[in-house]
């Protein structure tokens, strides 16, 4: 799944040769800015699927080219170092790094062991039902890998996984995904979800309740999908536990901090779960929750990260990368890329009138496609506006439009185009590049299977027409 140097080399320049064809030979009807931010878009987003320079310098040539060129005013270019997505990022790094600096993760992994460490696979479906379970009260799954993410990284060195291996490389990916993936399917879990809702109440009036959306999605989406998780990373990152003389698997001390430490971390994790859980009763987001915790824990002397450390414990190449993507979504809608490209969907779909299987999946894939140029959080800010159109033109009712977008945004390719992905496996300290062997064939799956099987289980509620 790994592009080689070579392919690289070719697709990158395959992509700077198609952006400068774009600048000298602009797009007829549209400003000269239209053009210029379509080949930025198609540099940076080739550089970032392929892998060819690291995800953070392309961000940064990003922000470099739109800033000279003008193609969108400082203030909102960088807006995204000032959204709550980063900042939750930021926190989540010093939470991560304060839960395994004070051993507290090796101390959680030593209790489950006993439950999981029985074989491979046990070890895989349990932390992922875990991480699934998890999104039904913690809504982020930046927090949820978080608190996942040093859990299973110490759970595999408690089996005797290194750095690099499969098993190691097989519960980094599975937490990843679980963390983020089947959150899509709960209303509060994961923020497109709320984007979706927000833009649906303000422009259509129209609000989902909690259990409509789960019943409508979790089946497939959320159930089906987390098994398909299961059995890729099984299979495509297969192991064994190996057994000491003993019969038991080889133990890894758990003394990476003391007692006290320990105690101070899980009281605070402990309250800051009990805030990201009741966020809609006191209404402070949960970025603002973990910083107030990284706060704590960063304070001298009572804090467990030292001050020092604050460098080390975040990751800033990831910082820059997530507020060059979500600066590439607003670039996207600001300079009407996101409504040209939808309306460009639109004219390319098949001409079938009614809630037909057809219509279905061609809605699905187009929000998919969508969510590779606009990245996920982007998806129904473009598509939304468009809903009533769509619904009109397939003979769908504009609910069920706007709840297809959920199949589309919930299908990720890339990793780049969503960050919770990021974050999960450079927490992980695994390549993010290894998790395009579980994305890939994933979304493939998804299309292939799951949308269909989607179309029926609506079939059977009587929700696309």
């Given at each position: 799944m790994q592009l080689n140097f070579n392919v690289k080399q070719s697709l990158g320049l395959a992509a700077i040769v198609a952006a400068l064809l774009i600048i000298i030979f602009p797009f007829d009807g549209y400003p000269l800015h239209f053009s210029h931010s379509a080949a930025l878009v198609l540099i940076t987003l080739a550089s970032w699927?392929?892998?060819?320079?690291p995800p953070f310098l392309s961000g940064l040539i990003f922000f470099t080219l739109a800033a000279i060129f003008g193609l969108l005013p400082?203030?909102?270019?960088?807006?995204?170092?000032?959204s709550t997505a980063v900042w939750l990022i930021i926190s989540g790094f010093i939470i991560g790094a304060a839960i395994s600096t004070s051993g507290l993760g090796k101390k959680m992994a030593s209790i489950i062991a006993p439950q999981l460490t029985g074989s491979y696979p046990r070890i895989i479906t349990g932390l992922v039902i875990s991480s699934v379970l998890l999104s039904f009260i913690m809504p982020s799954s930046v927090g949820r890998a978080v608190v996942m993410i040093p859990i299973g990284m110490a759970l595999a060195d408690h089996?005797?996984?290194?750095?690099?291996?499969?098993?190691?490389?097989?519960?980094?990916?599975?937490?990843a995904i679980a963390c983020n993936m089947p959150g899509f399917a709960i209303l509060p879990a994961n923020i497109p979800n709320m984007i979706l809702a927000g833009a649906g109440d303000n422009l259509f009036n129209m609000q989902f309740g909690y259990m409509e959306y789960l019943i409508l999605h979790f089946p497939v989406l959320g159930l089906l999908k987390t098994f398909l998780i299961i059995f890729l990373v099984i299979k495509i990152f297969p192991a064994e536990i190996k057994l000491t003389e003993t019969g038991t698997e080889e133990e890894?001390?758990?003394?990476?901090?003391?007692?006290?430490?320990?105690?101070?971390?899980?009281s605070l994790l402990g309250l800051t779960l009990v805030f990201w859980m009741t966020d809609s009763i006191h209404g402070i987001n949960p970025a603002w929750v973990g910083l107030a915790t990284a706060v704590v824990l960063l304070a001298p002397k009572w804090g467990v990260v030292a001050p020092k450390n604050f460098n080390a414990s975040v990751d800033f190449a990831t910082v820059v990368f997530v507020a060059a993507a979500l600066g590439l979504g607003t670039l996207v809608n600001e300079s009407g890329l996101g409504t040209a490209l939808g309306q460009t969907f639109?004219?390319?779909?098949?001409?079938?009138?009614?809630?037909?299987?057809?219509?279905?999946?061609?809605?699905s894939i187009m929000t998919t496609i969508t969510g590779l140029f606009t990245t996920v959080p982007g998806v129904p800010t473009v598509l939304?506006?468009?809903?009533?159109?769509?619904?009109?033109?397939?003979?769908?009712?504009?609910?069920?439009?706007?709840?297809?977008?959920?199949?589309?945004?919930?299908?990720?390719?890339?990793p780049y185009q969503i960050a919770p992905l990021i974050v999960a496996m450079q927490l992980s300290g695994e390549p993010l590049s290894r998790l395009l062997k579980i994305t890939l064939p994933l979304s493939l799956l998804t299309i292939v299977i799951l949308f269909p099987l989607d179309y029926l289980w609506w079939s059977l509620i009587g929700w696309p027409n």
């Open positions: 699927s392929t892998g060819l320079l400082a203030n909102i270019l960088f807006s995204g170092f000032s089996v005797g996984f290194k750095k690099g291996s499969n098993g190691r490389l097989g519960i980094a990916t599975s937490l890894v001390p758990d003394s990476n901090g003391d007692k006290t430490q320990q105690r101070k971390v899980a639109i004219q390319l779909l098949p001409k079938e009138s009614g809630g037909s299987f057809i219509n279905f999946m061609s809605l939304t506006p468009m809903a009533a159109d769509l619904a009109e033109a397939r003979g769908f009712t504009l609910r069920s439009v706007l709840m297809i977008q959920v199949l589309g945004f919930s299908t990720i390719i890339f």
